[in-house]
T-cell receptor, first 117, second 112 residues
């Protein structure tokens, strides 16, 4: 079964709206989570690494003030796209580092399709 | 800049044929290599991992690794229409990082 739950799966909203995406680790603690963005026909691009209890680490070129990341507990990381515009429309995916017994480097959420009108 | 390169395709093969997907990586110290399958609108799904030179087989899938050439490949035998997806090569760079570096993916279409 799923070990990482991501919500919502689909969001459509007006330009200028802020959108929050949640990523939860199920039945395990994740001190680190990763946030990816994927544009159509493109690969997954790592946006940032969230760290429980401290600031997120953003990849080069990602606007910290636009993509707010909070990792307030050991099971929940959130990504807030502030004042979203059509160019922010994308597929956002979170993941947590793989559990030792799972043989997976990362456990991915199901993704959130964000469409800004 | 650590990079992973894949032919974007599309790659089209008939049902029952062997599909061959290739990947090269730039970080010579990388130790862990993965192939993910991603259906449209879905998250990536791990199908193969390989850590040492040579071949690793799992059912219809065979991963091949050549560290000297910095080359990873995936062979899919007896391709099925359900194998139609984008295949992402991913690498864990050296240094203990948990950050996967993904290639752009190869879109595979298996024609009935």
């Amino acid at each position: 079964g799923a070990v990482v739950s991501q919500h919502p799966s689909w969001v459509i909203c007006k330009s200028g709206t802020s959108v929050k995406i949640e990523c939860r680790s199920l039945d395990f603690q994740a001190t680190t989570m990763f946030w990816y963005r994927q544009f159509p026909k493109q690969s997954l691009m790592l946006m940032a690494t969230s760290n429980e209890g401290s600031k997120a680490t953003y990849e080069q070129g990602v606007e910290k003030d636009k993509f707010l990341i909070n990792h307030a507990s050991l099971t929940l990381s959130t990504l807030t796209v502030t004042s979203a515009h059509p160019e922010d429309s994308s597929f956002y995916i979170c993941s947590a580092p793989g559990l030792i017994y799972s043989n997976q480097p990362q456990h991915f959420g199901d993704g959130t399709r964000l469409s800004i009108l | 800049q650590k990079e992973v390169e894949q032919n974007s395709g599309p790659l089209s093969v008939p049902e029952g044929a062997i599909a061959s997907l290739n990947c090269t990586y730039s970080d010579r110290g990388s130790q862990s290599f993965f192939w993910y399958r991603q259906y449209s609108g879905k998250s990536p799904e791990l199908i193969m991992s390989i850590y040492s030179n040579g071949d690793k087989e799992d059912g219809r899938f065979t991963a091949q690794l050549n560290k000297a050439s910095q080359y990873v490949s995936l062979l899919i035998r007896d391709s099925q229409p359900s194998d139609s997806a984008t295949y992402l090569c991913a690498v864990l760079p050296a240094g203990g990082s948990e950050k996967l570096v993904f290639g752009k993916g190869t879109k595979l279409t298996v024609n009935p």
